[in-house]
Nanobody
Framework: QVQLVESGGGLVQAGGSLRLSCVAS????????MGWFRQGPGKEREFVAT???????NYADSVKGRFTISRDKAKNTVYLQMNSLKPEDTAVYYC????????????????WGQGTQVTVSS
């Protein structure tokens, strides 16, 4: 059974940083894309960042230059370093893993974590 477990969320002041982690178990995702999505209060889920099987990255315009996605294939783990956080970054952040080597849209991801709350105070 595949499981994705996120950690690292919390409450931080605007301008601060957080590092989210997502550990996958049940299968290896070394040849798969992994990504982060988020859902803010009253909003639909949106794409944040993705990293493909060759470690190429893609980001939503709203987080470019502030967030960095990375992965450790040996640990089956993906990270999201979030710097210069803004109140509008407040959301539940979800880790996702695809069966494909490259994926961006949410529909291309087959596995999802339960989410971790990130709250940025002004």
């Amino acid at each position: 059974q595949v499981q994705l477990v996120e950690s690292g969320g919390g409450l931080v002041q605007a301008g601060g940083s957080l590092r989210l982690s997502c550990v996958a178990s049940g299968r290896t995702f070394s040849t798969s894309a992994m990504g982060w999505f988020r859902q803010g209060p009253g909003k639909e889920r949106e794409f944040v960042a993705t990293i493909d099987w060759l470690a190429r990255t893609n980001y939503a315009d709203s987080v470019k230059g502030r967030f960095t996605i990375s992965r450790d294939k040996a640990k089956n783990t993906v990270y999201l370093q979030m710097n210069s956080l803004k109140p509008e970054d407040t959301a539940v952040y979800y880790c996702a893993a695809s069966a494909r080597p490259i994926a961006t849209a949410g529909a291309e991801y087959s596995y999802w974590g339960q989410g971790t709350q990130v709250t940025v105070s002004s």
